[in-house]
T-cell receptor
Framework: AQKITQTQPGMFVQEKEAVTLDCTYD???????LFWYKQPSSGEMIFLIY??????QNATEGRYSLNFQKARKSANLVISASQLGDSAMYFC???????????????FGRGTQLTVWP | GAVVSQHPSRVICKSGTSVKIECRSL??????MFWYRQFPKQSLMLMAT?????????EQGVEKDKFLINHASLTLSTLTVTSAHPEDSSFYIC????????FGPGTRLTVL
């Protein structure tokens, strides 16, 4: 079974609008972490936001927020006030085990290509 | 901060040659580094986990003799693609673990 599922290969949003990128995950661990990365055409992986499985509040980082619904095993990324520079591939990822665990590998989804139009 | 560098950023080589890619953690020590491969429009695929002072752990289907990994110090891991062929052309990304993973900028390998 896929550990991380991103069902939207592509999304389009108009500048200044908000957009939600979907991510569901599958794990039997109680302790895990969820990440979102942005990958522009240059290829670098830019860390956006992190949510720990025990965090009660949804994570926020500037225009990014993570809608964490533990019972549904979903961790959707919400980008508010989209900008043209937000156009990129977005990956959801999960780390099983606690932070700093010697396991520590990341499982990535297939990604969502976001296009912001003027 | 947690900065990871990769060198080279781009390399073109002839089929049959070997190519070495370096991954360095610049401002922290990393006992564990990871090597990923990414084909165009696809996700990152973990190739191997590199542990300082010990042998790398390869993912299923990744040829150990083809992709040699050395993690000789706490700030440097190298990936050597031996006897490269055109099908090895890809984007290779490393990450170094300091609690969480921090990614290098990637290396684009083209084998002619």
């Amino acid at each position: 079974a896929q550990k991380i599922t991103q069902t939207q290969p592509g999304m389009f949003v108009q500048e200044k609008e908000a957009v939600t990128l979907d991510c569901t995950y599958d794990t039997s661990d109680q302790s895990y972490g969820l990440f979102w990365y942005k990958q522009p055409s240059s290829g670098e992986m830019i860390f956006l936001i992190y949510q720990g499985s025990y965090d009660e509040q949804n994570a926020t980082e500037g225009r990014y927020s993570l809608n964490f619904q533990k019972a549904r095993k979903s961790a959707n990324l919400v980008i508010s006030a989209s900008q043209l520079g937000d156009s990129a591939m977005y990956f959801c990822a999960m780390r099983e085990g606690p932070r700093g665990s010697t396991l520590g590998r990341l499982y990535f989804g297939r990604g969502t290509q976001l296009t912001v139009w003027p | 901060g947690a900065v990871v560098s990769q060198h080279p950023s781009r390399v073109i080589c002839k089929s049959g040659t070997s190519v070495k890619i370096e991954c360095r953690s610049l401002d922290f020590q990393a006992t564990t580094m990871f090597w990923y491969r990414q084909f165009p429009k696809q996700s990152l695929m973990l190739m191997a986990t590199s542990n300082e002072g010990s042998k790398a752990t390869y993912e299923q289907g990744v040829e150990k003799d083809k992709f040699l990994i050395n993690h000789a110090s706490l700030t440097l891991s190298t990936l050597t693609v031996t006897s490269a062929h055109p099908e090895d052309s890809s984007f290779y990304i490393c990450s170094a673990r300091k609690n969480e993973q921090f990614f290098g900028p990637g290396t684009r390998l083209t084998v002619l």
